[in-house]
């Protein structure tokens, strides 16, 4: 045993002077120190980027979005896009009310692109009535576009697969038109209204109509604004998202005439007609004529019943005293006479003919 060792010195140990409750809230303390350290950094740029252009969104309202799923990055930057364009809170462009846009499936940013449109070509246009166009499937941005830059729609339609619209005059000739129709979105009617097709369908159904009602097809090729004055007059952009500017007849040519046509058909419908009836005609005349042959043939077969039975009734006559043998006789010589004077009848008729002939020549 060393007497002279001295005692080695202890260093001051700061933890064992703590208490076990005072370490651990300083734990916590840290811990959420760092979660908030982290939190900051996450969201720093969003919340800087929103205080400095005075977007008004706080870094809890960022933390917010994350929980509730909903992107800080596209609300950040559609709110300052709006703020920076003179569209606020005031015009209803909210951070509640992105948040509620994105999360029923809209396309925040496309609407206020549209919103920005829409205030810079002096559109009434808010930011409720955007976000029902844009939750209705409808590409508003591009409907802010269409009402500043109207669209032209070709009539008919290229993929309709024909090429002109065709009338028929009521003096039987067709008409062959191509039109272009010249509209403009209509904001108000976007949710609801009908589409491009209606408007094609209808403007064709007016030209028709337009040409049909003219006297002659004359007419239409002298005055061809005629169709555009009569299918305007009639409203047919109603109850569509869109506003008819204009009708421009781009070309009208003569068609078929379809008025000799069905005249033609007509005539010659008819004349099968004639034929079908005179055919029935001759059909009864031959069977009429056949009836007649045989009423001739049956006639004949009494006549030759009738003579068969002259022999039986001669000699019955002889027999029941009647008739005697001179009597028989003269009766002979009379059918003798006619039978000679049939035959020089049969003699003399083709000679008579032949020097008749020989005459006349």
Not at 64 to 92: H, L
Not at 171 to 176: D, Y
Not at 288 to 309: T, Y
Not at 333 to 354: E, K, L, Y
Request: net charge positive.
């Amino acid at each position: 045993m060393n007497l002279f060792a001295q005692p080695q010195p202890q260093m001051p140990n700061f933890f064992n002077s703590i208490s076990g409750p005072v370490l651990a809230i300083t734990v916590v303390i840290l811990m959420l120190g760092l979660i908030f350290l982290a939190i900051f950094a996450h969201y720093f740029r969003f919340w800087i980027q929103s205080q400095t252009t005075k977007a008004g969104i706080g870094i809890w309202d960022l933390v917010g979005m994350t929980f509730r799923k909903v992107s800080p990055a596209v609300i950040v930057r559609s709110k300052i896009m709006a703020v920076q364009a003179g569209i606020g809170d005031r015009d209803g462009v909210t951070s509640k009310g992105l948040e509620a846009h994105y999360l029923a499936g809209g396309n925040v940013p496309l609407v206020i692109r549209a919103l920005i449109a829409a205030r810079k070509a002096k559109l009434e246009l808010d930011f409720k009535l955007a976000a029902a166009i844009d939750l209705a499937g409808r590409n508003v941005l591009e409907a802010v576009q269409t009402s500043v830059n109207p669209k032209v729609i070709d009539c008919p339609s290229r993929n309709l697969g024909r090429e002109t619209l065709d009338g028929v005059a009521q003096n039987g000739v067709q008409l062959k038109v191509k039109a272009r129709v010249t509209v403009r979105a209509n904001l108000r009617q976007l949710i609801g209204g009908a589409t491009e097709e209606t408007i094609i369908a209808r403007v064709g159904e007016g030209i028709v109509s337009a040409i049909g009602s003219a006297e002659s097809h004359h007419v239409v090729l002298e005055n061809p604004d005629r169709i555009s004055k009569m299918v305007l007059s009639r409203r047919l952009d109603s109850q569509t998202a869109f506003e008819i500017v204009s009708i421009d007849i781009g070309e009208v040519t003569v068609g078929e005439n379809i008025g000799a046509r069905l005249q033609a058909d007509r005539a010659e419908a008819d004349m099968r007609v004639a034929r079908a009836n005179a055919e029935g005609l001759r059909t009864m005349a031959v069977a009429a004529e056949q009836e007649f042959i045989a009423q001739i043939e049956e006639s004949r077969a009494k006549v030759v019943q009738a003579e068969a039975e002259v022999p039986l009734a001669i000699a019955q006559a002889f027999q029941s005293g009647v008739l005697g043998i001179l009597d028989y006789y003269k009766l002979r010589n009379v059918q003798a006479d006619t039978d000679m004077r049939s035959a020089i009848a049969r003699i003399s008729g083709p000679a008579a003919a032949a020097n008749k002939k020989g005459a006349t020549t």
